[in-house]
């Protein structure tokens, strides 16, 4: 089993950055691929960036491209998203996930969850 906590929600402006962190304990030989997801109140969870452990390739959601960043540490098992110039529609509930193997973007693809992390955009 894979374990994965996330940590560094909070409130902040509009404008202003924040850094999640998510990590993985226990079977961490399958998380070959981690990413972030969202889901902002009464609407579905949407995935926002991806990141393989062993190369380091990442791929993100047109909405996030430019303004947040995912990465390693390898050592420690962990995943970071930073985020930049955050707005009030980034305000929702955000997920840690690992899955065994290939990038996929896909909720279903994805075995692994955090508990989730609240970030809130004040405007």
């Known amino acids: 089993q894979v374990r994965l906590v996330e940590s560094g929600g909070g409130l902040v402006q509009a404008g202003g950055s924040l850094r999640l962190s998510c990590a993985a304990s226990?079977?961490?030989?399958?998380?070959?691929?981690m990413a972030w997801f969202r889901q902002a109140p009464g609407k579905g969870r949407n995935f926002l960036a991806v990141?393989?452990?062993?190369?380091?390739?990442?791929a993100y959601a047109d909405a996030v491209k430019g303004r947040f960043t995912i990465s390693r540490d390898i050592a420690e098992n962990t995943i970071y998203l930073q985020m930049n110039s955050l707005k009030s529609e980034d305000t929702a509930v955000y997920y840690c996930?690992?899955?065994?193997?290939?990038?996929?973007?896909?909720?279903?693809?994805?075995?692994?969850w955090g508990q989730g992390t609240q970030v809130t955009v004040s405007s």
């Open positions: 996930a690992a899955r065994t193997g290939e990038v996929r973007f896909g909720v279903l693809e994805y075995d692994y």
């Open positions: 226990g079977r961490t030989s399958s998380t070959d691929t």
């Open positions: 990141i393989t452990m062993s190369a380091g390739h990442t």
